[in-house]
């Protein structure tokens, strides 16, 4: 029956997502029962793509994100693939109506991390972020308003506003990795060999001004099946800047800054306080 390997196709998405990601996990898991599947198959073709390009060393990469893309759209068509990521992801895109606009621009961004190392202009780095996180939170949002294309049309500026938040986050814990073994530098007109501390406030600075939108004109207005998920991700990834904030600009190269198992529990009872004390 098809309705049993969509079943498994959707595990198999919910199982990328636990892999890959214990923290965006517990997040997830904080949502409503209803949305968590379309979130986990969102996931899971945003990690499978990002895996072919950071990951996949050994490999033709450029080949492997060709068949990607084409199998995708293959799926699309089809209504059907044999890959149960790609399997999953088309019901949510299909079940959405999420724009193909925004797997386009996801899939440039990507394919950009293949050949472009360095990001000269902030026109450029806006559109790789805009591609690579913005859209995934876009893609979220329409899950989360399932249909309301007045409260999409309120809240989207702010759902990209916190994609490009987590994102950027993810750049400065990932320095040494994403400088030293991918050859990447995103951050424009700053030198990361020689990162110093006024470089390293500006980009904080940014990244604390996304946050506080997003909070302000986003996350306290989602819908309730939403919102304490959403705000969970938000309150680990104002976390993990704070102890980013606390590494000097020059060994911040040398430090992989993560969030323990029991601090993720210490995060999750407070914000579960705050939610329903209706103080967030």
């Known amino acids: 029956m098809k309705e049993l390997f969509d079943s498994v196709s959707n595990d198999c998405s919910k199982l990328v997502t636990k892999s890959y990601s214990t923290s965006f996990s517990l997040a997830v898991n904080m949502l409503s029962a209803e949305i968590r599947k379309d979130i986990y198959n969102i996931y899971g073709f945003v990690r499978f793509a990002d895996e072919i390009v950071d990951t996949f060393h050994d490999y033709d990469k450029e080949q492997l994100m060709i068949h990607f893309e084409r199998d995708y759209y293959l799926s699309k068509e089809q209504g059907i693939s044999l890959n ?20 386009q621009a996801f899939l440039k961004s990507m394919k950009a991390d293949l050949f472009k190392t360095e990001y000269k202009t902030k026109a450029e780095y806006d559109e790789y972020i805009y591609g690579s996180a913005d859209v995934v939170g876009l893609m979220c949002l329409k899950v989360f308003v ?37 050859n990447r530098s995103y951050f424009p007109n700053i030198n990361l060999g020689e990162l110093n501390a006024a470089s390293k406030q500006l980009i904080i600075d940014e990244i604390e001004a996304d ?10 207005k989602l819908p309730i099946e939403a919102k304490f998920g959403v705000y969970m991700a938000y309150r680990y990834y104002r976390r993990l800047l704070q102890k980013l904030k606390a590494v000097p ?32």
């Open 84 to 103: 149960p990521i790609l399997n999953s992801f088309q019901q949510t895109v299909s079940k959405f109506k999420i724009p193909d606009d925004m797997v």
């Open 146 to 182: 399932n249909g309301n294309e007045e409260m999409y049309e309120t809240l989207k500026d702010a759902a990209m506003r916190l994609g490009s938040a987590f994102q950027k986050v993810n750049f400065l814990r990932d320095l040494k990795d994403d400088y030293e073994v991918l």
């Open 211 to 220: 946050f506080e939108y997003a909070y302000k004109h986003g996350i306290l």
């Open 249 to 280: 600009s020059e060994k911040i190269m040398d430090t992989r800054i993560r969030i323990s198992d029991p601090m993720k529990i210490n995060l999750l009872a407070r914000s579960y306080v705050k939610y329903k004390l209706n103080i967030i």
